[in-house]
């Protein structure tokens, strides 16, 4: 059965970077798929970040690009977000997510995590 | 404002059956597969269609996907109370390079 959990800072400072892991079980990381991140602002929808294979490729959303980085541990089966300069308006919760290449497709989350910007 | 555009409600009584709509563009729903969401109140969503009209395993049949031109259509049929949740759509978008979502429809049974 595979699983997501996401882990973090649920409070993070304005201007600061957030900075999100998740720890997937029941798969290998490095046996393909895609691996990414999604949010969902309070009461609003959901808003694709972006998503990387084990091998190094990323996509990212064009609109968070210049703030976002993510990276991936096969080594310990995580793969982490980074958002830079962040403000109210990216307090959301945060989702990792498995994604099919062929259609991109979402077919694993993570329950999601909180994560608030405020001084 | 969501790139891909579903109405914000929709509703109808136990047995009914509900449809909800998103609309595309050629860069998305025109060119590539259309997957659908369901977002129970506090949970993470779940895959309920996938590739336009397939559903994962544990999916009722009571839900079904179509798809024409840049729209797609999501079916739910003898509507149950545990169905009122959000649904979204979603579709890679070739020009943006990008996953995206509609907005989503929150589904009320009367």
């Known amino acids: 059965q595979v699983q997501l959990q996401e882990s973090g800072p649920g409070l993070v400072k304005p201007s600061e970077t957030l900075s999100l892991t998740c720890t997937v079980s029941?798969?290998?990381?490095?046996?393909?798929?895609?691996w990414g991140w999604i949010r969902q602002p309070p009461g609003k929808g959901l808003e694709w970040i972006g998503n990387?294979?084990?091998?190094?490729?990323?996509y990212y959303n064009p609109s968070l690009k210049s703030r976002v980085s993510i990276s991936v541990d096969t080594s310990k089966n995580q793969f982490s977000l980074k958002l830079s300069s962040v403000t109210a308006a990216d307090t959301a919760v945060f989702y990792c997510a498995r994604q099919y290449s062929s259609g991109w497709y979402v077919n694993y989350w993570g329950q999601g995590t909180l994560v608030t910007v405020s001084s | 404002q969501s790139v891909l555009t579903q109405p914000p409600s929709a509703s109808g009584t136990p047995g009914q059956r509900v449809t909800s709509s998103c609309s595309g563009s050629s860069s998305n729903i025109g060119t590539n597969t259309v997957s659908w969401y369901q977002q129970l109140p506090g949970t993470a969503p779940k895959l309920l269609i996938y590739?336009?009209?397939q559903r994962p395993s544990g999916v009722p049949d009571r839900f079904s996907g179509s798809k024409s031109g840049t729209s797609a259509s999501l079916a739910i049929s003898g509507l149950q109370s545990e169905d009122e949740a959000d649904y979204y759509c979603a579709a890679w978008d070739d020009s943006l390079n990008g996953l995206v979502f509609g907005g989503g429809t929150k589904l009320t049974v009367l």
């Open positions: 990387i294979h084990h091998s190094g490729t990323t």
């Open positions: 029941g798969y290998s990381i490095s046996s393909g798929y895609y």
């Open positions: 590739s336009n009209n």
